[in-house]
């Protein structure tokens, strides 16, 4: 079986008498794409919390690149190469997109006298963002102050921000929400290319993207992970359509 990158063993986690995490163990492969999806309020922000070391489990384990990174910050994660976005946007909005790019650079560098760097290495980062950058197609907005770009480009920015790191796996919490049809659209394109370069745990509501993009998908309801399989495995399990797809299609 090829190693997971990442990969979570029996995690629990508690709020008083709910069991928002009830025992979630699944993996996430090299090249793939797998979507976690369940209806609201099951426990997909808390899980992928858990991955990114936002929060930290009652039980249970989580792997990085096979290590266990369970007791990690999340900046130690990140810099393991653990690249989380789109849950809350953290961009500047009054930066320039070449402004956010580079900051996004420089947190991934290690050393806490970051900030007293020489200049030369700021090239590096400046070279650093602007490939980023061009690999995005948002090369010739390096100038735009980021509150003129549109929702889909911030996005994208997101993503060029997220590349600056050297990713070795991502965690993206609803890329797709907030965007219209055709914002959609691209971001579903860049996704698909962007899973070649490392895989990423995706949640997403938007079914249509899911089963556009997901190598696997896993069902999460109320906290455990009721099914994961292929994308025609899940549209053709009872069992799912019961707990979650409902009239979806
Ligand atoms: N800090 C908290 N304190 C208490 N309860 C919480 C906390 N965070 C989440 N919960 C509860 O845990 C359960 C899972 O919430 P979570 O946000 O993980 O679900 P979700 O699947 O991401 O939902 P949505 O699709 O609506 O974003 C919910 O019942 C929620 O009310």
Known sequence: ??????????????????????????????????????????????????????????????????????????????????ARTFQVSALAMEDTVLQNAVLGALGATSSP????????????????????????GLAGHAATVVS??????????????????????????EPMAGLGGEGSQQLTSILDRLRAEAPILLIEHDMDAVFALADRISVLVYGRIVATGTVDEIRRSPEVRDAYLGDAE
Not at 74 to 79: K, V
Not at 115 to 126: I, M, N, T
Request: aromatic residues 4%; hydrophobic residues 40%.
């Open 148 to 173: 003129e770009l549109s929702h889909g480009q911030r996005r994208q920015l997101e993503v060029a921000v997220a590349l600056t790191l050297q990713p070795r796996a991502f965690l993206m919490d």
């Open 113 to 136: 006298y970051r900030f007293f760097r020489p200049a030369l290495k700021r090239a590096e980062l400046r070279d650093r963002a602007m490939a980023a950058l061009e690999r995005m």
């Open 1 to 82: 079986m090829t190693e997971a990158i990442l990969e979570t063993r029996g995690l629990v986690k508690t709020y008083g008498a709910l069991r928002a995490s009830d025992g979630i163990t699944l993996d996430l492969r090299p090249g793939e794409i797998h979507a976690v999806i369940g209806p609201n309020g099951a426990g997909k922000s808390t899980m992928i919390k858990q991955l990114s070391g936002n929060i930290a489990p009652d039980e249970g384990t989580v792997h990085f690149l096979g290590k266990d990174v369970t007791g990690l910050s999340t900046m130690a994660r990140a810099r393991m190469g653990l």
